[in-house]
């Protein structure tokens, strides 16, 4: 699987590791394991900086992701999520999620990994 995840519930933070190409499949079924472990309003560091944002060429599909995580925030909050990219095309490609999910989700992205981890400890996570 792409995005592979340790959920560690007494610090209520999760670490996932994204890897190859992910598309929006990929990104669903992250989102849908972080639900059935109760985990969606945990704080998350994603490191992504092997992986390659294979649904960017499809505008339909950045679309289906903020529709899904506009319908997940209504479920439970959302916490906060730093993504750890590796390369500017993925950076452009998380700060227009940013802007499109101001209002439901709070994601930051970030190409220093020190700089993602200080931000993430900065966030309270939702209760």
């Given at each position: 699987?792409?995005?592979t995840m340790r959920v560690d519930h007494e610090r209520r933070q999760i670490d996932a590791v994204a890897v190859g190409p992910i598309s929006y499949a990929e990104i669903e079924r992250h989102l849908v394991?972080?639900?059935c472990f109760h985990?969606?309003?945990?704080k998350e560091f994603m490191d992504a900086r092997y992986a390659t944002?294979?649904?960017?060429?499809?505008a339909y599909e950045i679309r289906k992701v903020v529709a899904l995580m506009r319908s997940l925030s209504k479920e439970s909050k959302l916490g906060p999520t730093a993504i750890?990219?590796?390369?500017?095309?993925?950076?452009g490609v998380v700060h227009m999620l940013e802007i499109f999910l101001e209002d439901a989700a709070e994601l930051k992205a970030f190409r220093d990994?020190?700089?993602a981890r200080a931000w993430l400890a900065t966030r309270p996570a939702p209760a």
């Open positions: 699987m792409p995005i394991e972080e639900r985990g969606l309003a945990y944002p294979a649904f960017v060429l499809y750890l990219v590796g390369n500017e095309f993925a950076l990994e020190d700089d």
